[in-house]
């Protein structure tokens, strides 16, 4: 509901424009970052600041945080200013962050100790769809703080899928980003197989689109690396932590993912080469340069 405060701790590049779609949706927000620019900009829309995750907390009925990695969500619930230390029965926590499962497991574990509720909500859909306010958003936890939350979410997402327990968000998030990496290096291997051939990776990328190897991938990242424009949307070394984390849940479930291996191993090499920073469409473009050959015109 639109009178429930609501605290957002992460403004990013996805937790700013989530944040300021709550702002155009009615809601009562109050806001903390670790730099001070974004949260600058929101206040000027109309978000109240606060210090410390802490005192987000204090001040809000729901507290949604969108934060880079495991430790940094660890960090903000259970540091010495942590959310933790601002909640009291009757709050919602949500974690829209992509984490480990077990740390969303951690957080409900403790929310409900304090007589609180909480959801994972991971997203996808990147920069795009969080200005565009038409994320896919998989929720693990309790049915009935789904239900409370789905005001929430709609203000931010199209694609709101309940998936089961406190957890499964995560598993679900996981579970996407290896199918989104598996699938970007696919189009690269048969974008550079064609290129390498003499055939024309446009018209390839064209005529696939039109068959069964169709995909979003395919559209979007296929022709992403045929221009040669590779400006972030979803950084590979975001990608690479979210395929660590699904490759810890499959070691720790009994689970092989050897594909998923590779391409991890593949996009380490990338970042650890100072590629960190580029969208992970630009694994196709890595692709290429190992065959020697280029999917995009050589520049002027």
């Not at 429930?4 to 109050?30: C, D, Q, Y």
């Not at 970007?184 to 390839?204: Q, R, T």
């Not at 979003?216 to 660590?244: I, N, S």
């Amino acid at each position: 509901m639109a009178n429930e405060r609501i605290g957002f701790i992460g403004l990013g590049v996805m937790g700013r424009p989530m944040a300021e779609n709550l702002l155009k949706h009615g809601f009562s927000l109050t806001v903390h970052n670790r730099s001070q620019a974004p949260v600058e900009a929101l206040v000027a829309q109309g978000a109240a600041r606060a210090s410390s995750p802490e005192e987000v907390a204090r001040a809000s009925d729901v507290v949604i945080t969108m934060l880079p990695d495991t430790p940094d969500v660890e960090a903000v619930y259970f540091g010495p200013q942590g959310i933790m230390n601002g909640v009291r029965a009757g709050m919602l926590l949500i974690d829209m962050s992509t984490v480990s499962p077990a740390i969303a497991q951690r957080i409900d574990r403790a929310a409900r100790a304090a007589g609180a509720q909480s959801l994972d909500a991971p997203v996808s859909g990147g920069d795009v769809g969080a200005r565009a306010g038409t994320l896919s958003i998989m929720v693990g936890g309790d049915a009935a703080a789904f239900e409370r939350a789905r005001p929430i979410f709609e203000a931010m997402g199209k694609n709101i899928v309940h998936i089961g327990d406190a957890g499964a968000g995560q598993i679900t998030k996981a579970c996407n980003q290896v199918v989104v990496a598996l699938t970007i290096e696919a189009v690269g291997e048969a974008l550079v197989l064609a290129a390498k051939a003499g055939v024309d990776p446009a018209k390839v990328r064209q005529a696939l689109l039109g068959g069964f190897a169709q995909s979003r991938v395919l559209e979007l990242h296929g022709q992403r690396a045929l221009e040669g424009r590779f400006d972030p949307g979803f950084r590979l070394r975001l990608h690479r932590k979210d395929l660590h984390i699904a490759l810890e849940t499959g070691e720790a479930l009994g689970v092989p993912l050897p594909v998923t291996r590779l391409v991890h191993d593949t996009i380490r090499e990338m970042v650890e080469a100072g590629r960190g920073e580029q969208d992970h469409s630009a694994l196709m473009a890595y692709l290429a340069e190992r065959a020697q050959t280029r999917l995009a015109p050589a520049a002027d």
